[in-house]
């Protein structure tokens, strides 16, 4: 895991005689981002930097890449792509009182089960996790509860990856930050996600090409075929 950065005993008195109720009990997450700045902790060793997406802020692991699902209107899904899978995180608005996460998974289970995947449930450091088997893939789903949000992460990847894709999706969950606010959001609907805007450019150019080369196809099928035997 990781710990917070060493801080300087400089500071002025009215910074130190502060309250610390909004201080997390342990060393690790994921943190309440509203609450505790994710400035405060050094987590160099694991991850090349984080991922700000407004309402979480996920670590990169090293030699993890991002990628995004494109629609028809923009961005779908954000993945983390990492040795062993692929990791997708999401965070949604949850109640103040009562168990989110643990209120999905006989629902989720059900689904899954409907949907003819092996499916079973196993304890992880945050509770319960939701396991699927189809064939040499399998698919974990871990949920942690916070102050009204829940955050989930969907593991994607090879069955014989599966410890190792775990191992390093506890690790970024470890080190997520999730900003839930203040706005009214009703519960179970996701947090809105805010694209980095080198990350939005970068989109908006591939936006662009493919269009580009749709509309070049368009011409060239629309063209009369007799005209290249002429």
Not at 44 to 63: K, Y
Not at 151 to 166: I, N, P, V, Y
Not at 175 to 185: K, S
């Amino acid at each position: 895991m990781f710990g917070r950065k060493n801080k300087e005993d400089k500071k002025p008195a009215e910074e130190v005689t502060q309250p610390q109720q909004d201080q997390p009990e342990n060393d690790f997450g994921p943190f309440d981002g509203d609450t505790v700045n994710f400035q405060d902790f050094d987590f160099s060793d694991f991850a090349t930097g984080a991922l700000d997406l407004g309402s979480m802020l996920i670590p990169v692991p090293h030699g993890g890449e991002v990628k995004v699902d494109m629609g028809p209107e923009g961005p779908q899904m954000i993945h983390l792509e990492v040795d062993g899978g692929r990791i997708t995180p999401i965070a949604f608005a949850a109640p103040r009182n009562g168990d989110l996460w643990a209120e999905s998974v006989e629902e989720t289970v059900a689904g899954m089960t409907k949907d003819g995947l092996d499916v079973y449930v196993e304890d992880g450091p945050w509770g319960q996790e939701i396991c699927a088997v189809a064939g040499e893939g399998q698919m974990r789903l871990i949920g942690v509860n916070g102050p009204r949000w829940m955050f989930r992460a969907t593991l994607a990847g090879e069955k014989s990856q599966a410890d190792e894709l775990a191992k390093v999706a506890r690790e970024i969950i470890a080190r997520t930050f999730i900003r839930r606010g203040n706005d009214p959001i009703p519960a179970g609907q996701p947090l809105p996600v805010l694209m980095p805007q080198a990350m939005a450019d970068a989109l908006q150019e591939q936006l662009q090409q493919l269009a580009h080369r749709q509309n070049a196809d368009s011409q060239g099928a629309t063209q009369n075929p007799g005209e290249d035997l002429q």
